[in-house]
């Protein structure tokens, strides 16, 4: 199904003097102007486009990419607030509405926000909400443990940080396993660490499978290999020095040295890492 707010790969079927109209089946042919239409294109060419309204609130379609799109959440900065909302940056020409009815407080210019992008259905427009908590847990946390995920950082708790997981959950990642700097409305991987009775997850930003500690393992060899066969860190180096030289945790650390001295490649010394040649 064509929906606007989304991107799809369109044919190309009419040429004019101010670009090419696409054919986006249920929605009928959409313009794409000449300033985003691709170089030497032809009628029958597929162009990936994004679909949105124009300022006549026409479907038009770009090959500019957005920063969002609907169904999704994303960290936007606000350019300007009128008589009924505010308006943010989301990475084309027509800025995304957030009316005053959408707010979770009042939007200030300049400031960015965290914020959902829907379609809202009685008149078909584009519409952002800073009111996230509506859009989260309304289906059921169908995840494995070791699942590779999508995060958005979502704000803090006593426990840690709350993110949120493929544009649908909240989880949270633990103080204790949090080994680099996050700020609100960063988005990275991560790793579901386990779905709770009580439907909480729990997340980690690095997994602990044989795969990740022969790459953290990897990274430290050529580390010491770069550093003629030393590097001045051991189990007793603290977790953001471990983090700020190889970008692990120190507890990825420990268990990938553990296993490189098992396999004789290096000496764990009191002032370091000793490479064996």
């Known amino acids: 199904m064509i929906q ?11 040429q004019v003097n101010f670009g090419v109209y696409l054919n986006a089946h249920e929605l009928g042919q959409v313009l794409l102007p000449n300033k985003v239409t691709p170089k030497d294109c032809q009628i029958g060419d597929m162009v990936e486009v994004f679909l ?38 989301w990475g084309l020409d027509k800025d995304l509405f957030l009316p005053f009815g959408e707010q979770h407080k009042p939007i200030e210019e300049g400031r960015s926000y965290l914020v959902y992008v829907h379609i809202n259905h009685a008149d078909d427009r584009i519409l952002a909400s800073s009111k996230i908590e509506k859009f989260l847990d309304n289906t059921p946390a ?30 949270v990642i633990y103080n204790n396993e949090v080994f680099q700097k996050l700020r609100f409305g960063q988005s990275l991987k991560g790793f579901i660490k386990q779905v709770r009775q009580d439907g909480k997850i729990d997340l980690v930003l690095q997994q602990g499978s044989k795969q990740e500690l022969d790459k953290y393992a990897s990274i430290i060899l050529a580390q010491l290999t770069k550093n003629n066969g030393f590097l001045a860190l051991n189990d007793k180096t603290s977790p953001d ?37």
């Open 4 to 14: 606007i707010g989304t991107t799809h790969q369109l044919e190309i079927v009419k």
């Open 52 to 89: 949105y309204l124009d300022s006549e609130d026409m479907v038009i379609a770009t090959t500019k990419k957005p920063y969002v799109e609907v169904g999704q959440f994303a960290y936007l900065k606000a350019v300007a607030v009128g008589p009924y909302g505010a308006f943010l940056d």
């Open 142 to 171: 169908n995840y494995q443990d070791g699942q590779a995920v999508n995060l958005i950082i979502g704000g803090t708790t006593d426990l840690g940080y709350k993110a949120i997981i493929n544009n649908e959950h909240w989880g």
């Open 241 to 277: 020095e471990i983090y700020s030289q190889l970008g692990m945790s120190k507890k990825a650390f420990k268990k990938a040295i553990g296993g490189l001295y098992k396999n004789n490649l290096i000496r764990i010394e009191d002032h370091g890492l000793t490479l064996i040649q």
